[in-house]
């Protein structure tokens, strides 16, 4: 993040009430009021850390909260009228109620039976969930979770196939689609099987040795020895989760949203739609979607909760979408538009502007986006990065340095990028996953040199995987086992420092931008897969995951973790981003598979230990 949008979001309130969250929606006519109360298991012992869950049918969002140590919850003020409450946890059927809140107070204690059938705790679990609970006795199994993960979850959970049960035919069906179908399930040409290259060379590589593995151990039974993650305590309770319906253009929203545990993990065709978020100053979210027709942008009222979608138009008429994007200093957003430019929307103005590329110019804005302290947008981009001069609408690229020898081999091509970042200093950082690497612009000279990562030390690897990171091709979406594929990333507006999500790995990295030495620091959750990060104003690092529906906090400081859980099923987050106006901070992040964006706001005081590991 540069000084410029660190300066952006430095104005702005937050009330609190008694040491009780509260949103301005609260205050609306017809008196504010609470729902409190406990929740017990059958036998009559208080529950920690079960989200509890509210909303009303005249409101577009969920306010979620934790019970604490002795089983109780209590909701921040909410408006008056009919609500829905329901209390889950894996492996118990949920508890709900529904009445009217009318003002003052209401009690409602909820319980909740444990679950006999295995089959019905099975599809409550969340990605991390199914991957810790696959057989892995065996170096042999371990590997191909560590390969079924690196190229079958790259765009999507775990969850999602994994609580479906197929035979290895079945299985090999679908590896096989894996290979030519993109994230968006739309097959593009680069990706249909020739005689010479057949799709996705790396997924095609394990299609078979998948195919077996998963016919054995997600066919004929059902898993029997369950590694459920343990519900969280202390701090990981202390906070409100606010979790507002993002609308589609295209079709209504469905129930199906990843609320209700027990119907398991959503489908994607009924989902996929904000891809980044980004506060304004004036407490707006700004959000990129490369999916909704008619939308570049749509901005999220969090007062009401009303999107407003925005729309520019391409070349051909169509409505150019956007897959990353960031707010600059002057309230201008920017996106990467599908069309291979910067796009911009003027809040102030209302201007919606695309800046073309000169005719002939091969290198494309690519998926994320950042800015700099002058206002230049940068963009990943073939192998590199790319800058606009907004006042002249000039274009630069600045290419990285080829592969070094013996990384992939004849199957190189162009090396893709993924992540990028602008530090203090508007040097831009730039992830290059298939090759482990980081690359950095320096905003001075322009030249552009790489650091390297540690290879990965995974004592599962065999000499097959070996040759495959030097022969085939890898990403961040496919990958052998032993790739650290770093992902996104983000610099600290404070500090010489980048930190960047190592995807395949399930590691953070951190990177002295002015040494270069790297430090890595293990997720507390294997399996979880880091996709993207932001730094907040006390230099603690947020960071999202693909498998684990959660958002995890790290405090470099102390060098230690801790998980808030999050309440629907399939998040799919593929951004964090933080409003840093609030104290404590507010983060802010897409479920890009459920259509919804979720708000944190943590209680300001507890006496309770933290819930945090090492």
């Known amino acids: 993040m540069s000084k410029w949008k660190w300066l952006s979001l430095m104005c702005g309130t937050v009330l609190v009430v008694a040491g009780v969250w509260t949103t301005p929606a609260a205050q609306s006519v017809g008196g504010p009021g609470v729902i409190q109360g406990s929740v017990k298991s059958a036998d009559g012992a208080p529950m920690e850390g079960v989200i509890v869950s509210a909303r009303t049918p005249n409101r577009s969002f969920t306010t979620s909260v934790f019970t604490d140590r002795q089983g109780n919850y209590m909701f921040p003020s909410l408006d008056a009228g009919q609500y829905n ?59 191909m979770v560590h390969a079924f993960k690196n190229n079958c979850t790259g765009c999507h959970t775990a969850s999602y196939p994994l609580q479906n049960r197929w035979d290895s035919r079945g299985w090999g069906v679908l590896v ?62 202390q906070l409100v989760i606010t979790e507002y319906d993002l609308p589609r253009t295209d079709r209504p929203l469905h129930f199906d949203n990843g609320s209700d545990w027990s119907m398991g993990t959503p489908s994607r065709i009924i989902g996929r739609a904000a891809h980044d978020v980004w506060p304004d100053a004036g407490g707006n979210i700004w959000m990129a979607d490369d999916m909704v027709p008619q939308r570049t942008f749509a901005k ?23 897959h990353s994007n960031t707010v600059d200093h002057t309230g201008k957003v920017w996106g990467s538009g599908d069309e291979g ?16 590329r000169p005719a002939g110019m091969r290198p494309s804005v690519g998926g994320t986006v950042d800015v700099d302290s002058k206002g230049n947008p940068w963009a990943t981009s073939t192998n590199g990065a ?43 950082w730039v ?60 610099a600290d507006p404070n500090a010489d420092v980048v930190w960047v999500a190592l995807y395949t790995s399930d590691r953070i990295a951190r990177i002295d931008t002015k040494t270069h030495q790297v430090k890595e620091y293990p997720l507390p959750t294997r399996y979880a897969s880091p ?13 999202n995951t693909m498998n684990h529906d959660a958002l995890t906090k790290f405090d470099p400081r102390t060098e230690r973790f801790t998980e808030y859980y999050l309440p629907t099923r399939g998040t799919e987050i593929r951004h964090v981003q933080v409003d840093n106006t609030t104290n404590p901070v507010t983060v802010w992040a897409p479920y890009n598979r459920t259509n919804k964006v979720v708000r944190l706001q943590f209680r300001a005081s507890t006496t309770q230990q933290t819930r945090a590991s090492r």
């Open 85 to 143: 409450v329901w209390a889950q946890a894996v492996g118990f059927e949920a508890g709900r109620s529904e009445f009217a809140l009318a003002g003052a107070r209401v009690d409602r204690n909820l319980t909740l039976a444990s679950l006999k059938d295995t089959a019905k705790i099975v599809k409550q679990m969340s990605g991390v969930e199914f991957l810790r609970s696959l057989p892995q006795s065996t170096a042999a199994d371990r590997r």
């Open 300 to 322: 999220l009222d969090p007062r009401t909760g009303k999107v407003t979608d925005y729309a520019i138009k391409g070349h051909d008429g169509k409505t150019i979408a956007t």
């Open 341 to 356: 430019n910067f796009v911009m929307l003027d809040t102030r103005t209302g201007q919606l502007k695309s800046f073309a």
């Open 386 to 428: 790319i800058k606009l001069d907004p006042a002249t609408g000039e274009y630069t690229h600045y290419e990285g340095p080829p592969a070094p020898e013996g990384i992939c081999g004849a199957d190189c091509g162009g090396w893709g990028t993924y992540g990028i970042t602008v530090d203090k200093d508007d040097n831009a």
């Open 431 to 490: 992830t290059n996953p298939g090759l482990d690497r980081v690359l950095k612009v320096d905003s001075r000279t322009g030249r552009t040199t790489a650091v390297y990562l540690e290879p990965l030390v995974l004592p599962e690897a065999t000499d097959v995987d070996r040759q495959r990171r030097r022969t085939v091709r890898a990403s961040q979406n496919s990958a052998p086992p032993g790739h650290k594929a770093p992902r996104r990333l983000a």
């Open 176 to 237: 096989d689609l894996m290979t030519v179908f993109p994230s968006s399930g739309v097959p593009v040409p680069a990706m249909r099987p020739t005689t010479s290259a057949p799709g996705n060379r790396m997924i095609a590589a394990y299609r078979n040795e998948l195919a077996e593995y998963l016919g054995r151990v997600r066919g004929a039974t059902e898993l029997s020895d369950l590694k459920l993650l343990p519900r969280p305590t202390g701090e990981a309770t």
């Open 531 to 543: 996709y993207a990060l932001a730094v907040d104003k006390n230099g603690v690092v947020w960071i």
